[in-house]
Each structure stands twice: as C-alpha cells, then as structure tokens.
C-alpha cells in the first residue's frame, strides 16, 4: 500500500516562497513510469494541478504556474519537493500529492483530472497572510 504524507509550514508570508515536502512509503518514486504530482484546492473551488515530477526525474509543470513552480526530488529519501515562489493570498490552499496511475500519458489535462490518480495524501492547509 503506497502512502503519500505532504509537510511544510502551515503559514507563509506574501512574496516569501512556500515549500512543502511529500513523503512517500509503500513505494519507491524511482519506480518505472510513475509520476508524482502536486495539486491543490483553493477554498470553494476545484482542483488544481500544478506540476509533477516522473520516475527518471523529467519535471512537468501547469502553464499557468510554470514561471513561479520548481518541484524536486530526494531519492535517498523517496520525497519530492514543491517549491512556489511569490505567493500572494491567492494561492492560500489545500495542498495535496499524488501519484498518477501507472499508463496515464503525462499531458496537462490528463494530470489535471482526479481519475488519473491511485493514491493521495491527506492534504496540507497553506495560507498565505502578512
């Protein structure tokens, strides 16, 4: 059973960089052609994808985050890394991650769909305020 735990600081100030850790047991983030993701889910609206990483390390990220988002990883201790820079109020959010399902072709809206994942973690609340 593969397990997805996201960590980080709960508040962030606006223009600081917010940066959470997702740590994954039950599963290696080596493991051939898996790719793990970062969502989240401002209040009252929908999920948002916003980038992934793949088993070999190719990073992918939303257009509309890509100039602010760098996720990395730390395979010595089966974590990645979501990195936002500049945050503003507007991205307070609960922050998830997520394995995408083993075949899903790595595009934008395939990742961006709730079906194309097995496993999540339980979500982290990020609020951004001064």
């Known amino acids: 059973q593969v397990q997805l735990q996201e960590s980080g600081p709960g508040l962030v100030k606006p223009s600081q960089t917010l940066s959470l850790t997702c740590t994954v047991s039950g599963g290696s983030i080596t493991t051939n052609y898996y790719y793990w993701s970062w969502i989240r889910q401002p209040p009252g609206k929908g999920l948002e994808w916003m980038g992934a990483i793949s088993y070999v390390g190719s990073t992918y990220y939303s257009p509309s985050l890509k100039s602010r988002t760098s996720i990395s990883r730390d395979t010595s201790k089966n974590q990645f890394t979501l990195r936002l820079s500049s945050v503003t109020p507007e991205d307070t959010a609960v922050y998830y991650c997520?394995?995408?399902?083993?075949?899903?072709?790595?595009?934008?809206?395939?990742?961006?769909?709730?079906?194309?994942?097995?496993?999540w973690g339980q979500g982290t609340q990020v609020t951004v305020s001064s």
């Open positions: 997520a394995r995408v399902k083993s075949g899903v072709v790595p595009t934008t809206t395939r990742l961006s769909s709730r079906d194309s994942y097995d496993y």
